[in-house]
């Protein structure tokens, strides 16, 4: 099974995503994550995607996506598994389909979270990561709205999508999740 979650940041994203791939037994593959171990690491992907990240920009498309396709050819996420953070914008997800393409595999639902640009702006700012300042929070915001929304009528028209509100408490976003991410996948 192939998951993609969408949703501007605060949106509850990777908390959402981790609970949902516990119960769905898939693998969890967070390019954010990715990113954040190899700045940790100190590699080159990482030092090339910091700069982008510490403005609350998105990393060039072409990195993001030659990440994802080489993690996409093994285990554990070659035999199903979660997107969270990809794609981001229309260039990934068309590239997402010709990876897929070439695999004979194929997304089975994307599912957006919708809040409210107050309370997501509520919420960065109460996480304090270092990509979290007022400034970085704003541009993050912007690129969602120019960059990934988009996205949502991509697979619309598609007629993958589902939109969760995001604006209740982790258990219930999950459940509500749940009945559609199973509801699409029957
Ligand atoms: P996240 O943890 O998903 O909020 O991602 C944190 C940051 O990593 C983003 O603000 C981007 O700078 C970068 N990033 C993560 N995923 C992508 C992607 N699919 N395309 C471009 N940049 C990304």
Redesign the pocket.
Known sequence: MLVIFIGP?GSG??TQASRLCEHLSIAHL???????AAIQEETELGLQ?QQ??????????Q??VEM?AEALRNAPYGDGCLL??????LP?AEALDQILAGEEKQVDVVLELDVDDGILIERLLARK?P?DTLD?IHN?LK?YQEQTSPLLNYYRERRLLSTVNGEGTVDEVHREILEQALQKNE
């Not at 967070?30 to 954040?36: K, L, Y």
């Not at 982008?52 to 498309?61: H, S």
């Open positions: 940041p994203k990777g967070s390019t954010g994550d990715m990113f954040r995607a982008y990240m510490d403005r609350g920009e998105l990393v060039p498309d990195l993001v994802v969270d953070g990809f794609p981001r914008s990934q990561r990509d970085t993050r690129v």
